[in-house]
Each structure stands twice: as C-alpha cells, then as structure tokens.
C-alpha cells in the first residue's frame, strides 16, 4: 500500500510539472512575446515585465510568497505543499523559458493568443486535476471570500477583466486588451475539458449468461466495484443478472477488453453520466447559505 501510494504521488508531482512546463511555454514563447496581457498573477508579473523589464518569474514568485503569507495569517494555512511546489516551479520555469524564448514563436498575434491560451490551459488542467495551484489571484479572491459575500467566480473574473484593462495605458490599444480577453477565454475553456476529460464518468449496463465470472473479472482485474441487478426478459420471460458498473471514461477501454475475454456475446449499453459522489469518485458539496445575524435583520427592517 505503501509502494502504491509513492508511486501515486510521484505521478501526481510528475504530471503537475509537465502542467507548470506546458502553462510557463504557452506565457513565455506566445503571450508574453507578443505584447498580450492576460489575466491572473501571470499577467500582472506581464505588466511588471513591460514597464520595468522585471523578470516574469521573480516577480511571480515574491508576490505569490507574499500572498501566502498574507493568506496563511488570514485563512489559515490551508495550502498544501503541492500549492507550494507548483508556485516555487512555476516562477523557475517562468524566468528560464523566458531567457529561452525571446521572440514569440509565432508571429501572429491571434495565433499567439490562441495557441498560448491552449498550452497555459492544458498545462493549468493538468495542474488542477492533480491537486496543484499555481497561486496568484485565486489567493485573493479566498482572502475577500472570507470577509465580503462575494462568489470566488465573481471575483476572479473582476480581478482579471482589471488585470487585462489596466494594459491600455502601457499600450495605448484597445486590439491588446480584446487579445487579452481572448487568451483567458481560451485558457479557461481548455482547463474545463482537460478537467472535465479526466473526470467524466460512464455507465455500463451488461447483459451476460457468465455474469459470475464477469463480475470476478470486473472486481479483481478491472478494480471497479459494481452492482448484481435481478432482472427477466420481456419476450423469452428469461430471468438474467444485468451487472452495472460505473468507471472514469478513460478506463472504458479496459472494461471492454474484460468483457470480450470473457463473454464476446454479452449486450452492453454504455452511457455518459453528469456526475458520480461517493466513495471512490467525487464528494457531494452542499454551500449552506450564510445565515443573518438578527442585527442585519433589525438594520434591514
């Protein structure tokens, strides 16, 4: 159990570098080279960059120290050493990738701004899904949460539609804010399918006469749990077990190479599913919503 869990964690640190890697590429060889501001910690240590020529991944990595701090004095220290990882590797990144690339690899701007939107999305996916963060401005948007009822969404994007418009003076251009829009667009719309890619869950309905020694297969082989469903069919009146089995997409393939070995005549049904709690998959989170006090009700009425 132990080995299993090392090897766990050092995949999990593994892909999050890949991420950092990814995400530092898509800022220094696209959007940062072709004068784009985006949103987000990255995008102020951009604007840094354009005014004072301070390096990207110092400036990133002193103001994300400070806002650790500053959150751990408010919030707690709730901040895993993964956090810490990804904020420390990420400014490394950041300052070697930006010496690497000093001309934007491509030389035009809505490529760039496309193309580094994706890399920084993808690599911010992979990010996420692994337990890391990169920091910066979610930061924050917890240290506001805590005293203003605002929505941690709310924030954010007010804080990067701020980010982004604060780049017309350094530039004059209305183009570079639109471009700046359009980066955090993409960024936001590929970290939703890397995440939900890697989340997204399947039910299997399978029909089968040697449903006992699927289900083996299905447990022992497949490491999946699954349900015996008594059920009778409506033509022959035939009593069959149907075996439900609920699986992460991406491990659909191995479900279907057991069921072939085993019995290549079963019927199956494959369905997507919105979302699986419990244990296993994901937890069920409820926000309770903030009760009033009885002197905001007074100050009210």
Known sequence: MKRDY??????????????????????????????????????????????????????????????????????????????????????????????????PLVSERMMAAVSGGIMSGIGGGLIFSNGGSAGGTDIIARIINKYHNISMGRLLLAMDAIIIVSAYPIFGSIETMVYGFMTMAVIAYTIDLVISGNTQTVQFFIFSRKHKELAE??????????????????YTGEEIKVLMVYARKKESSILFRIIKSVDPEAFITMGNVMGIFGEGYDRLKIREKRKKPISEIEAEL
């Open 217 to 234: 297969q299905i447990i022992y082989t497949g490491k999946k749990g699954l349900t015996i469903i008594p059920a009778v069919g409506g």
């Open 6 to 103: 090392l090897w766990r964690e050092i995949k999990s640190y593994l892909i999050i570098t890949a991420g950092l890697a990814l995400g530092a590429i898509g800022w220094t060889g696209f959007i940062i080279p072709s004068e784009i501001v985006g949103g987000g910690l990255t995008g102020i240590s951009s604007i840094l960059f354009f005014l004072f020529d301070i390096d990207v991944g110092m400036s990133s990595l002193l103001i994300n120290i400070g806002l650790l701090l500053l959150a751990m004095k408010t919030i707690g220290a709730s901040f895993g050493i993964k956090s810490v990882y990804s904020v420390v590797v990420f400014a490394g990144f950041l300052s070697f990738f930006s010496n690497v690339f000093t001309e």
